[in-house]
């Protein structure tokens, strides 16, 4: 039979107080449970704990060599069982996220300052990244949680759908077509494309390019949405982007205009480890962002407490 927790509280117990009976209205037992437990331990260890001389109660050689071993790991115990209850009530934790940039930018400050009100003590790490990098953040454990574009998935990691987001085409200000001027994609064929997410560029010579091997004609490429927009603004070409990035339209000199054709959206999911249930951090935090999930594809930047 194991050594339980509950002899090594009845012998630390005895010890502490020199009596069977004092030790006993101490767990809150009867006197005999107390001396079952340890008869029970003494057997498992095969060595006398306690010498009785009448009513005396006194540790024997071996309980004196092991006293000091028993109450240090009643309290590592102890420890862990507290440690356990603050990560429950999150008065400790370590949140781990990964987001896109710009809805890093955009939506993720409003949420995170609800959730640091409620969680105060919690430690956040927020990976800011690209919409390729997301997924592979929680496939390799940088990330508990990610939050970004629809992609493949990996094996080991699951996405459960969060929102869409309509894409528009960013074009420069001041430079034509202007904004009365009618898109079509043989006007927009013509242009420079500036692509910012590989997966991204496949789904759209996929499923809005006309002409594929027209659109990559001096195509540019770079890894972040804000340098593509950056791009757009410097007249290097034009790119398309979640319309939720138009809160940089004056930062960067652009603007965005709707698609020819039916409305594109694009999905967005939130990402975790298969299998794997999620600390009560990032748990907190996920059912936190599904009920703060945008209701307009338009995001506004929310200032601390909005």
């Not at 748990?283 to 929310?302: C, E, G, H, K």
Request: hydrophobic fraction near 45%; proline fraction near 6%; glycine fraction near 8%.
């Amino acid at each position: 039979m194991p050594i339980t927790l509950r002899q090594l509280q009845a012998f630390q117990s005895i010890a502490d107080t020199g009596s069977f009976t004092l030790a006993a209205e101490r767990l809150g037992l009867t006197q005999s449970a107390v001396s079952m437990q340890i008869r029970q331990l003494e057997v498992e260890i095969g060595m006398v704990l306690f010498e009785r001389s009448g009513r005396a109660t006194e540790l024997s050689e071996f309980g004196r060599q092991i006293r000091n071993t028993v109450s240090r790991m009643l309290v590592d115990l102890q420890n862990l069982t507290d440690g356990a209850a603050d990560l429950r009530a999150l008065r400790r934790g370590h949140l781990r996220i990964a987001v896109p940039q710009i809805l890093a930018c955009s939506w993720l400050p409003g949420v995170l300052s609800r959730y640091r009100k409620a969680y105060p003590d919690v430690e956040l790490s927020v990976m800011d990244t690209t919409g390729d990098r997301v997924v592979e953040a929680v496939a390799m454990n940088d990330a508990e949680i990610g939050l970004g574009p629809e992609r493949i998935l990996p094996s080991g990691v699951t996405g459960d759908y969060f929102w869409r987001s309509a894409m528009q085409v960013v074009l420069p200000l001041g430079q034509p077509p202007g904004p009365e001027e009618p898109l079509t994609w043989g006007r927009l064929g013509a242009e420079r494309w500036i692509r910012y997410s590989d997966e991204f560029s496949l789904h759209l010579d996929r499923t809005v390019f006309r002409d594929p091997v027209r659109a990559t004609a001096g195509a540019i490429s770079v890894r972040g949405l804000t340098t593509a927009l950056a791009l757009v603004g410097a007249g290097q070409g034009l790119t398309i982007a979640p319309s939720y990035a138009a809160i940089f339209s004056d930062i960067f000199g652009v603007m965005f205009r709707d698609l020819p054709g039916p409305t594109e959206k694009r999905v967005y999911n939130i990402y975790a480890r298969t299998g794997q249930d999620l600390s009560p951090a990032a748990l907190a935090f996920r059912t936190m962002a599904m009920a703060a999930r945008p209701t307009a594809d338009q995001l506004l930047v929310r200032r601390s407490g909005a």
